[in-house]
């Protein structure tokens, strides 16, 4: 687990460190980000990408960061994707970089 | 009276609500951020606190002018501002609009300031997680306080390739080199031009170049980013001699200008023009940004002349608005004639940072054009026997731009690559009409209840 503000991902702090840290995971493992971050600033502080490309062997880091190339949409454990580089992190985030293993869910 | 929506709270959005609000009309403005500002006057979330100083250096007293307008225009209860929200589809008099839930806003006059992206080129290699846009590494670094990599290699042109430079050595970030593919001649015989229409501006640019010093380089050919597991590695690139180099890095920036956005223009039943000076389609409009009935059309999205002709714009596209209405409305004679400034000082710009048309049309068939899906440059020359030089057509037997990005960050170099193919200039390998939903939308927002519906409504 990362502490807030160290970096061992893509991403480095330079500025504003003295936020509160905001716990979550990703693919099941704790991390914790800082109140402010995006959930793509969160997790590419700790991991080098946010998912693999669907059509290529490539790993997917995001690209735009304006909402505008669609390219950090990440899983949540209870469903709806969210896109990472537009969605500010909450505590307690279940995220995952592909899609849950009873995805599509069966309704009773 | 009459309800008018404004789409977009940049600059221009933010000074078009503003004549608006002066004139008695309550605007709706609808846009994607949490806080007004658009991208280049983007505001961190709150609880953030380096000062705008520290944001946007020269720019800060605007910047701070422009949220301050706008915080108290909602403040007094003068606009009604829908933040966190996409405008999916235009219609009829609607904007379908997706937020946390879905809601339409019923509206008579539509003023888009949509604003512009970066303009992409495909180089070998970007497909890779770690490259990113240019306007990427600045918005991470104003609105987040992070670098998106260790050792940055920025690579493209324009202005935002300096000044990005600048923001992240003065942020503490690693920059190993800034490798620009306009050649110095057409730096210099562009520059003149700039310098003659805003001189300020100008020297501003030059100083933070040479503050540079060795890591820049003018008339730069990029060969390909060199990857591994974890991403860039490498970048490859040939100098104005033509003298190979290898730069180390972890990330590479690319960005050749800006492209104006047009899909919620086209959408709305704009016409489009291929403009020579900008090297890109524009949305045809009065010298008011009148686009059609009831739709004007301001800032970047229309012509990209940058912030400070973006807030001018916006005036004068509201001004149109009440003209249109039969109100009161302040006299656009002044705001045209500093626009005019600004549109030189943009075109001498868009010469003096060419986009690399060539380069892109010679680029190698194994070059992944469509990012999203992969697509690649001998995929799409090999489309053509089909599909004919048309952009749509091999759109729809290709797939480039067919993916998530929507063609946001492939068409114009598909079109270059199709315009060389098949001998002929891009002006006629014609547009991809944009199609709603203008962001991907989950299905999921069509499950629950029905859409709220709100009106854009007037005092």
């Not at chain 2, 709150?46 to 706008?70: D, N, Q, V």
């Not at chain 2, 057409?186 to 700039?194: I, K, N, P, Y």
């Not at chain 2, 640019?205 to 008339?219: C, E, M, P, T």
């Not at chain 2, 524009?282 to 973006?310: H, M, T, W």
């Amino acid at each position: 687990m990362s502490a807030a503000g160290f970096s061992n991902g893509r991403l480095v702090r330079l500025a504003e460190t003295a936020r509160a840290p905001v716990g979550f995971t990703f693919d099941g493992e704790a991390l914790t980000g800082l109140e402010g971050d995006t959930v793509l600033t969160a997790i590419l502080l700790s991991r080098g990408a946010l998912r693999a490309a669907e059509f290529g062997p490539e790993a997917r880091a995001g690209f735009c960061l304006m909402g505008a190339c669609q390219d950090c949409w990440v899983w949540q454990e209870d469903g709806p994707r969210l896109r990472a580089c537009s969605t500010p992190l909450a505590e307690g985030m279940q995220l995952l970089s592909a899609a849950p293993a009873q995805w599509p869910a069966r309704s009773a | 009276m009459s309800r008018v929506l404004i789409v977009g709270a940049g600059p221009a959005g933010i000074r078009a609500a503003e004549t608006l609000a002066g004139a008695g009309l309550h605007p709706v403005v609808v846009d994607e951020a949490a806080r007004a500002g658009g991208q280049i006057y983007r505001r961190p979330p709150e609880g953030f606190t380096r000062p705008p100083e520290k944001l946007y250096g020269s720019e800060a007293a605007k910047a701070r002018a422009l949220h301050g307008t706008f915080d108290a225009l909602v403040a007094e209860g003068r606009i009604t501002h829908l933040s966190g929200r996409s405008v999916l589809a235009l219609r009829d008099g609607v904007a379908y609009v997706l937020g946390e839930a879905r809601e339409q806003v019923r509206h008579d006059r539509l003023i888009l300031a949509t604003g512009a992206t970066d303009r992409l080129a495909p180089v070998p290699g970007w497909q890779a997680g770690g490259v990113y846009s240019l306007g990427a590494a600045q918005i991470a670094l104003k609105s987040q306080g992070v670098a998106l990599g260790r050792r940055i290699v920025l690579a493209g042109t324009g202005p935002l390739l300096t000044l990005l430079a600048s923001q992240l050595q003065a942020a503490g970030a690693q920059v190993a080199a800034v490798l620009d593919t306009a050649p110095w001649r057409a730096q210099l015989t562009g520059g003149v031009g700039m310098a003659l229409a805003r001189p300020l501006v100008t020297l501003r640019g030059l100083r933070l170049r040479v503050g540079l010093g060795r890591i820049y380089h003018a008339g730069v050919t990029l060969e390909r980013i060199e990857t591994d597991d974890s991403g860039p590695s490498a970048i490859l690139w040939r100098d104005a001699r033509g003298r190979r180099h290898e730069t180390r890095c972890d990330m590479v920036g690319l960005g050749w200008h800006l492209r104006a956005d047009g899909t919620l223009a086209d959408i709305a039943g704009a016409r489009f023009d291929w403009d020579r000076a900008f090297h890109q389609w524009l949305p045809r409009a009065d010298a008011l940004g009148r686009a059609g009935e009831g739709l004007y059309l301001a800032g970047d999205g229309l012509r990209i002349l940058g912030a400070d002709g973006a807030e001018l714009a916006g005036q004068v596209a509201a001004v149109a608005c009440l003209q249109d209405l039969g109100l009161p409305h302040p006299d656009p004679a002044p705001l045209l004639r500093r626009l005019a400034r600004m549109r030189r000082f943009a075109e001498a710009m868009a010469r003096a940072f060419p986009w690399p048309a060539e380069a892109i049309g010679r680029l190698p068939d194994d070059t992944v054009v469509c990012r999203c899906e992969g697509v690649r440059a001998g995929d799409l020359r090999n489309t053509l026997p089909l599909s004919g030089p048309e952009a749509n057509r091999a759109k729809s037997l290709g797939r480039v731009g067919m993916g998530r990005c929507q063609g946001r960050y492939c068409q114009l170099a598909g079109a270059e690559i199709i315009a060389a193919a098949s001998g002929r200039p891009p002006s006629e390998v014609g547009r991809l009409r944009a199609q709603p939903p203008a962001r991907p939308a989950p299905i999921g927002a069509w499950l629950s209840e029905a859409a709220s519906e709100c009106e854009a409504e007037a005092e």
